[in-house]
Structures are given as structure tokens and as C-alpha cells.
């Protein structure tokens, strides 16, 4: 079955540097993949998606990749700010019993803290 | 524009009883889902429902039910209450294969 996995151990960073994040899966290329924001005692908020015959796609400080060879994603965030400081999820479509409604599998979260 | 709506926000119940999540969006989205997160799991689906009239089990949905009342309103039914099923529950909803909306989440605690 797919795995995915994110950076384990926290991410600290100093403020205006550029974080990188990763998810890796383990199985089949999925057809599309997503990254979200999720703030304490909040539910996830989206950010982007990128499909499996795009390369790299990009929203203001936000960027990112995804590389089928790898079977990675990288997301990037430049000149981070301490508001950025959130828990990061990636997910990844699962084609089981899909239909039309491919459901989403979703890696454990990377916490980012940027620090002033 | 409320999104999605999850009530209630917190609940703590005794080992046995029973309630009910309820969740409504305003976006018609036709895929709707009912959410467990758990530290050092993940969100793990319970339910979902594609469109209006169909509802599917997700990865772990033994003690729940639900009920996909018409396109806005998808409810989660805790029959008997376990201590396992303490948990922060989030209700989504998405069009086909694009970007899911989640409420704001039901923390509870079975005792």
C-alpha cells in the first residue's frame, strides 16, 4: 500500500531564510498531489496542488516540486516569516475505489517553527 | 462565506453513549468526508460520501455511522462511545479531485 513520509523531527529555521519541506511516497505516482496548513487546534487549510505532469508550480512565497523519478515532493517557502510557523501535510490521491472521487491519503505533518 | 461548519466543538462523553457530529457546507461541493486525527497518526478517513445518496467506509470506520442528509449535510454517528474513539474529528468537503475544505474541528473525549 502507499506510504508516505515527511520530515519526522521538527523544522527550525531563522527568519527570511527559505524552508524546504519533503514528502515521500513509496508506491504508485499518484495522479495529483496536495500540500496544507494546519495551526493548532485548527483544521487543515490548502495551499497547492500539483499534477503528476507538472513540474513545479508556484503561489507568492510558496513553491512547489514533484519529481515521479523520486517519487518526492519538495515544498519550499521563501523569506519565511514567523507566521509561517504551522504544521505542513502533504497528500496524495489513492485511485481505490475511486470512481470519479479519488480519495486522499495524508502524510504525518512536519512542524515548521521560524524564528524571529 | 462560512466553508464548512462542524458542530459541536468540543464534547466529552461517558463510555456507552451516543451523538452525533453534524456538518453542513455551503460550497455545493458533491464529495463530502468525515476525518479522525490522532497523534502520531495522522488523518485517517473514516467516511466518505461522493455525491448526494452514497456513502463509503474510509480506513476505519467500525463504531461510526453516517448519514449524508441531502448535498450540504454529512453527520457522523457514535452508537456507543469507546475511550479509542477520543480523537479530534474533522468534517470536508471537496469537488472531484481538487482541494478539500475542513471545518474547524470536534474534539472529543470518551471516558
Known amino acids: 500500500s502507499q506510504k508516505i513520509e515527511q520530515n519526522s523531527e521538527a523544522l527550525n529555521i531563522q527568519e527570511g531564510k527559505t524552508a524546504t519541506l519533503t514528502c515521500n511516497y513509496t508506491?504508485?505516482?499518484?495522479?495529483?498531489l496536495q500540500w496544507y496548513r494546519q495551526d493548532p487546534g485548527r483544521g487543515p487549510v490548502f495551499l497547492l496542488l500539483?499534477?503528476?505532469n507538472e513540474k513545479e508550480k508556484r503561489k507568492e512565497r510558496l513553491k512547489v516540486t514533484f519529481d515521479t523519478t523520486l517519487k518526492q515532493s519538495l515544498f519550499h517557502i521563501t523569506a519565511s516569516q514567523p507566521a509561517d510557523s504551522a504544521t505542513y501535510l502533504c497528500?496524495?490521491?489513492?485511485?481505490?475505489?475511486?470512481?470519479?472521487?479519488?480519495?486522499?491519503?495524508w502524510g504525518l505533518g512536519t512542524s515548521l517553527a521560524v524564528n524571529p | 462565506n462560512a466553508g464548512v461548519t462542524q458542530t459541536p466543538k468540543f464534547q466529552v462523553l461517558k463510555t456507552g453513549q451516543s451523538m452525533t457530529l453534524q456538518c453542513a457546507q455551503d460550497?455545493?461541493?458533491?464529495?463530502m468526508y468525515w476525518y479522525r486525527q490522532d497523534p502520531g497518526m495522522g488523518l485517517r478517513l473514516i467516511y466518505y460520501s461522493a455525491s448526494e445518496g452514497t456513502t463509503d467506509k474510509g480506513e476505519v470506520p467500525n463504531g461510526y455511522n453516517v448519514s449524508r442528509l441531502n448535498k450540504r449535510e454529512f453527520s457522523l454517528r457514535l452508537e456507543s462511545a469507546a475511550p479509542s474513539q477520543t480523537s479530534v474529528y474533522f468534517c470536508?468537503?471537496?469537488?472531484?479531485?481538487?482541494?478539500?475544505?475542513f471545518g474547524q474541528g470536534t474534539r472529543l473525549t470518551v471516558v
Open positions: 508506491n504508485y505516482s499518484p495522479a495529483y
Open positions: 470536508a468537503s471537496s469537488e472531484y479531485n481538487t482541494e478539500a475544505f
Open positions: 460550497m455545493n461541493h458533491n464529495s
Open positions: 497528500a496524495l490521491d489513492s485511485p481505490y475505489n475511486a470512481g470519479n472521487n479519488r480519495k486522499l491519503i
Open positions: 500539483i499534477r503528476e
